[in-house]
């Protein structure tokens, strides 16, 4: 694709319904309508947020307090949106981010959405709490780029097995999440007695993986309920401290990135550390209720190691111009979670498909309006601020 924006040519001439599945345009008009479809328990589990939701708004509200300031008469012709991150080139900066238990809005889940990724290049961060296993997405996906997102696992069998399966099975990025040694409290889905692990969904890695086995005496049984309580108790591992991050280098020699990091204290130590990446990322507002805005955060960790390390952003794109504002901040790249998770749910691959095209072409329209031609022209004097 030479111009993401003669995407928007395509739909004036031909129509929505002949060039997308007939999906809003708007992401957030998206999200309206995954509302009105997915089933409540679903529904409730995505949109959901930690506690009041303030944290998910402080997200949306970082955004807005940023304006782009744009520039005229700058030959903007041409442009490439493509990206280097960690040594892998993106035809535009936009990937999408881990999010497990995908089946629960549509029956072909990641498989779906690795398909979608693959057919436009895109990196796919598959989660450690997918419905289907590292392999399968892996098949899925073919010649598609692909990451592997860890949930640190109590076991440190079970953790070196999954890095193990992800490298045999061709991701080439280790995202490791710090944020969710355990689930924050969300009332959403608390109130609805809604949790896709005690429905079976989400534990497609553990359940298929020997070292986890070995741990409920090799086999899951067809009363699903040892293994499960096998699996909640050995999920996420809150004792994991700095000093665990050589466990990570002896079981993976690809690209290590840290997601969740929110402090600049944390940034520096992960760089320290030899890390290869940071995600400024809450978790899009679902662990800490009241934490601050990750946008407002990431001019301080670029400030602090963009220099020496890849920082790459999450929590709250929902446009184009939001894409604009984080990489003016500094990232490198961004991640996207739910608007992609409504995308499936409302259309499976050709409704993820369908939000990176639009993201991709508002992305490059907003460049191109705003006088930038390429990601790494995009700087802080592109935005009036608070
Ligand atoms: C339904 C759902 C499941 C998620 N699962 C994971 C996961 O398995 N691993 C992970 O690191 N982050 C997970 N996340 C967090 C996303 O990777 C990402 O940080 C967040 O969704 C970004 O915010 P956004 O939804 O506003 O784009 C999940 C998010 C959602 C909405
Ligand atoms: C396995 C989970 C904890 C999925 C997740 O990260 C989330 O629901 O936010």
Same mark, same amino acid.
């Given at each position: 694709?030479?111009?993401?924006?003669?995407?928007?040519?395509?739909?004036?001439?031909?129509?929505?319904?002949?060039?997308?599945?007939?999906?809003?345009?708007?992401?957030?008009?998206?999200?309206?309508?995954?509302?009105?479809?997915?089933?409540?328990?679903?529904?409730?589990?995505?949109?959901?947020?930690?506690?009041?939701?303030?944290?998910?708004?402080?997200?949306?509200?970082?955004?807005?307090?940023?304006?782009?300031?744009?520039?005229?008469?700058?030959?903007?012709?041409?442009?490439?949106?493509?990206?280097?991150?960690?040594?892998?080139?993106?035809?535009?900066?936009?990937?999408?981010?881990?999010?497990?238990?995908?089946?629960?809005?549509?029956?072909?889940?990641?498989?779906?959405?690795?398909?979608?990724?693959?057919?436009?290049?895109?990196?796919?961060?598959?989660?450690?709490?997918?419905?289907?296993?590292?392999?399968?997405?892996?098949?899925?996906?073919?010649?598609?780029?692909?990451?592997?997102?860890?949930?640190?696992?109590?076991?440190?069998?079970?953790?070196?097995?999954?890095?193990?399966?992800?490298?045999? =099975?061709?991701?080439?990025?280790?995202?490791?999440?710090?944020?969710?040694?355990?689930?924050?409290?969300?009332?959403?889905?608390?109130?609805? =007695?809604?949790?896709?692990?005690?429905?079976?969904?989400?534990?497609?890695?553990?359940?298929?993986?020997?070292?986890?086995?070995?741990?409920?005496?090799?086999?899951?049984?067809?009363?699903?309920?040892?293994?499960?309580?096998?699996?909640?108790?050995?999920?996420?591992?809150?004792?994991?401290?700095?000093?665990?991050?050589?466990?990570?280098?002896?079981?993976?020699?690809?690209?290590?990135?840290?997601?969740?990091?929110?402090?600049?204290?944390?940034?520096?130590?992960?760089?320290?550390?030899?890390?290869?990446?940071?995600?400024?990322?809450?978790?899009?507002?679902?662990?800490?209720?009241?934490?601050?805005?990750?946008?407002?955060?990431?001019?301080?960790?670029?400030?602090?190691?963009?220099?020496?390390?890849?920082?790459?952003?999450?929590?709250?794109?929902?446009?184009?111009?939001?894409?604009?504002? =984080?990489?003016?901040?500094?990232?490198?790249?961004?991640?996207?979670?739910?608007?992609?998770?409504?995308?499936?749910?409302? =259309?499976?691959?050709?409704?993820?498909?369908?939000?990176?095209?639009?993201?991709?072409?508002?992305?490059?329209?907003?460049?191109?309006?705003?006088?930038?031609?390429?990601?790494?022209?995009?700087?802080?004097?592109?935005?009036?601020?608070?």
């Amino acid at each position: 694709m030479s111009s993401f924006a003669d995407f928007q040519n395509e739909i004036y001439l031909n129509g929505l319904g002949d060039v997308l599945p007939g999906l809003p345009t708007d992401l957030t008009r998206l999200e309206r309508l995954a509302r009105k479809r997915l089933s409540p328990g679903a529904h409730g589990y995505v949109a959901g947020s930690a506690g009041t939701g303030a944290t998910a708004r402080a997200n949306r509200e970082a955004f807005d307090r940023w304006r782009i300031v744009p520039r005229m008469l700058r030959d903007v012709t041409v442009r490439d949106l493509s990206v280097e991150v960690l040594g892998a080139s993106l035809p535009a900066p936009v990937l999408l981010g881990p999010v497990g238990v995908l089946s629960i809005v549509h029956p072909d889940g990641e498989l779906a959405v690795a398909r979608a990724a693959s057919a436009l290049n895109v990196p796919m961060v598959l989660s450690s709490a997918a419905s289907y296993t590292i392999e399968e997405v892996a098949e899925a996906g073919g010649e598609g780029p692909r990451w592997f997102q860890l949930y640190w696992p109590k076991d440190p069998e079970i953790a070196a097995s999954f890095l193990g399966r992800a490298k045999a =099975a061709g991701y080439t990025a280790l995202v490791v999440t710090l944020d969710t040694p355990m689930l924050g409290w969300r009332p959403h889905d608390l109130d609805q =007695a809604y949790l896709p692990f005690l429905r079976g969904i989400g534990v497609a890695n553990y359940f298929s993986d020997p070292a986890f086995l070995k741990g409920i005496g090799g086999s899951v049984g067809a009363d699903r309920s040892t293994a499960l309580l096998h699996w909640a108790a050995i999920f996420g591992n809150p004792a994991v401290t700095w000093d665990d991050l050589g466990f990570l280098r002896e079981h993976w020699d690809g690209p290590i990135v840290l997601k969740g990091i929110q402090h600049t204290d944390d940034a520096r130590r992960a760089v320290d550390a030899g890390i290869d990446g940071v995600i400024v990322s809450n978790h899009g507002g679902r662990q800490v209720d009241g934490a601050v805005g990750a946008l407002d955060m990431l001019p301080e960790v670029v400030a602090a190691v963009g220099e020496r390390t890849t920082v790459l952003f999450d929590s709250g794109i929902r446009s184009g111009a939001d894409v604009v504002k =984080a990489l003016a901040l500094g990232a490198r790249a961004v991640l996207v979670g739910r608007p992609y998770a409504y995308g499936l749910g409302l =259309a499976g691959e050709a409704g993820v498909r369908h939000v990176l095209r639009c993201l991709m072409a508002e992305l490059d329209l907003t460049m191109a309006l705003s006088g930038i031609t390429r990601p790494a022209d995009l700087t802080p004097e592109f935005l009036r601020g608070p």
